[in-house]
């Protein structure tokens, strides 16, 4: 391994969020198989600290603080425990760093390159001192940052994109890649750059890499047919998209899992692992989501699959992911029944998708081993 490297990741928090737990897992994974030692940086805002949580709980008064001590800080402790421990297992993660001067000093100290991304790390509403994200940091000379896979998750302007100190500090970024196809025009209009087009660092590794985390889970073969529904908003297409299956497929055996603040729960309202919410789609026959991860792990498991457009999350990922694989007509944004039945009974030819998507997973390779 080249110690001489150090990389550190930059990404929004990790533990709420099962898409951007296993997508940070793969930048890591992907930057340590081409010998370079890699960490994600666990910078949050203060109210993730305890500190901050002895405060507020101060401040709130004795009566609701019995209430906080009962289903409060031990409950939010509760409900990432599933998350974490795939973290802890996983996930090189550094202490966490609660300021921008702490972030900058650790920096500094530890690392010859910053990854910043992936995930909507562009999306300014998304980030804690969003700044950061843009490269807008005091580090030492020599420290260089780029990034890989950054997304602005919706094809908007944000006042942030404006602030000339911003403008620069893109400007002054090594190398500098985005994750949907629209990215790459926004950036050319709001910051005059030319950034690179590259896949969601999820697909750097292929499906063998999941599978072995799914090694000693016996339930992961495919039993046929299953629907496994994964929802964040669109309960209510989805549901009905699930019972057109049911009705094509009479014995068919359905999962749903849903997406919440605090990571995924089953339909019982139990917290899914990573490891978990990937045996479901190993095992799924045909997937409904509106979830941009769950698409994407819908497609390295070949699986055939309905998506649900979520404009509220950031319509661009979906559209920029299913156009370049040629599977544009699997995204739908109202109930057609003629249109989820055809779908139903069209499978997914994957050797045309994969040779559609290989090209641009190459050059993303490329792109992130120049980098590092």
């Known amino acids: 391994m080249n110690t001489s490297k150090r990389i550190g ?63 409060g800080t031990r409950g939010v402790a509760e409900s990432f425990k599933e998350n974490q421990n795939f973290i802890d297992q996983y996930v090189n993660l550094t202490g966490p760093i609660y300021t921008k001067r702490k972030l900058e000093k650790v ?22 001192n969003a700044r950061v994200y843009f490269g807008d940091m005091k580090l030492d000379d020599g ?41 790459v025009s926004l950036s050319k209009q709001v910051f005059d750059i030319q950034a690179h087009h590259v896949v969601d660092p999820t697909l750097l590794l292929g499906a063998s890499k999941y599978e072995a985390l799914l090694a000693s889970d016996n339930s992961c073969e495919a039993v046929q047919p299953r629907i496994l529904k994964y929802v964040l908003d669109n309960e209510v297409l989805a549901s009905r998209i699930e019972k057109k299956f049911s009705e094509k497929f009479e014995n068919s055996i359905s999962e749903t899992l849903r997406g919440t603040p605090t990571g995924a729960v089953n339909s019982e309202g139990r917290k899914v692992s ?18 941009f991860h769950g698409m994407i792990f819908a497609f390295i498991f070949k699986k055939n699959f309905i998506v649900l457009k979520n404009r509220t999350r950031g319509a661009d990922r979906f559209d920029s992911f299913l156009e370049k694989c040629g599977l544009r007509d699997r995204l739908i944004s109202d109930y057609s029944s003629a249109e989820v039945t055809r779908l139903i009974h069209t499978s997914i030819d994957y050797d045309s998708a994969g040779n559609r998507i290989s090209g641009l997973i190459e050059q993303s390779k490329s792109f992130l081993r120049n980098v590092i």
């Open 9 to 71: 990741i930059l990404t929004l928090p990790l533990e709420k969020n099962t898409g951007g737990i296993l997508q940070a897992y793969a930048l890591q994974s992907y930057i340590e198989l081409q010998g370079v030692p890699a960490e994600v940086i666990n910078y949050r805002s203060w109210k993730h600290s305890k500190q901050y949580r002895r405060f507020k709980q101060a401040a709130i008064g004795i009566a609701l603080l019995a209430r906080t001590r009962r289903v």
């Open 274 to 291: 990573p490891v978990d919410w990937l045996s479901e789609f190993r095992r799924a026959s045909f997937v409904v989501t509106d979830s």
């Open 143 to 183: 420290v260089k940052i780029s990034t890989y896979a950054a997304s602005f998750g919706h094809h908007y302007h944000h006042k942030l994109f404006s602030d000339p100190k911003i403008v620069k500090s893109v400007k002054n970024l090594e190398q500098i890649s985005v994750r949907e196809s629209q990215g």
């Open 107 to 128: 920096i500094s100290q530890r690392y010859t390159h910053v990854i910043i991304g992936s995930d909507q790390v562009w999306r300014p509403d998304y980030a804690h």
